[in-house]
């Protein structure tokens, strides 16, 4: 069971607008939700967390926000550059890291 | 530079065949940890271990075996009970095994059964 979706497969913007990247969960017992990006024959890198206790957080040109009643995270990235374009796994644990369970991915491609 | 390492990226192997994935990270970190990516999947937990010379099953641990003999060492071994062993292989470290410490993710192997 997907307890962690991204309807998304891929995602395409221009660059300068915003990225909107979208991920929804089913186990409510998810209380910490983090967002990887994957290039291209590199493993995923930590992009930004939220706890389940935040509504929003901020980091630069990315922000994760997180609707607890609809089970739903989303991360913006504005102004989008062409260097954003890689997957963006969203993923969700209940506590510890084995139960870390992750979304498929969206492809973004941010075009110059 | 600290990191995690695999070898090799890419790994052929005949059906039968047993093959170990290599693991290493010079982080210090305690947690180690090993996925299986397939095309439309997440990652899925195939083992994992908090401490050395302790591993617990993921997932889908069948047809997979592992061994944490070092603190800096997580080897993965796809045997030939694992049905359907293409896939890209990720291994990740954290400090600890909570749900907030940072996995860090090594860059993957791509096996292919022949």
């Known amino acids: 069971d997907?307890?962690?979706?991204?309807?998304?497969?891929?995602?395409?913007?221009?660059?300068?607008?915003?990225?909107?990247?979208?991920?929804?969960y089913t186990n409510s017992m998810f209380d910490y939700f983090l967002w990887y990006k994957k290039y291209p024959a590199e493993g995923p890198t930590f992009l930004i967390s939220i706890s389940s206790i935040k509504d929003k957080n901020e980091d630069g040109r990315f922000t994760v926000f997180l609707n607890k009643s609809a089970?739903?995270?989303?991360?913006?990235?504005?102004?989008?550059?062409p260097g954003d374009s890689a997957v963006y796994f969203c993923a969700a644990s209940a506590g510890n890291n084995n139960d870390m369970r992750f979304g498929a991915g969206t492809r973004l491609t941010v075009k110059p | 530079d600290g990191g995690i390492t695999q070898s090799p990226k890419y790994l052929f192997r005949k059906e039968g065949q047993n093959v170990t994935l290599s693991c290493e990270q010079n982080l210090?970190?305690?947690a180690m940890y090993w996925y299986r990516q397939d095309p439309g999947q997440g990652l899925r937990?195939?083992?994992?271990s908090q401490i050395v010379n302790d591993f617990q099953k993921g997932d889908i641990a069948e047809g997979y075996s592992v061994s944490r003999e070092k603190k800096e060492s997580f080897p993965l071994t796809v045997t030939s009970a694992q049905k359907n062993p293409t896939a890209f292989y990720l291994c990740a470290s954290s400090i600890g095994g909570g749900g907030t410490d940072t996995q860090y993710f090594g860059p993957g192997t791509r096996l292919t059964v022949l």
């Open chain 2, 45 to 48: 937990l195939i083992y994992y």
């Open chain 1, 71 to 81: 089970k739903h995270l989303s991360l913006h990235i504005v102004p989008s550059q």
């Open chain 2, 28 to 30: 210090n970190h305690d």
């Open chain 1, 2 to 24: 997907q307890q962690v979706k991204q309807n998304s497969p891929s995602l395409s913007v221009q660059e300068g607008r915003i990225s909107i990247l979208n991920c929804d």
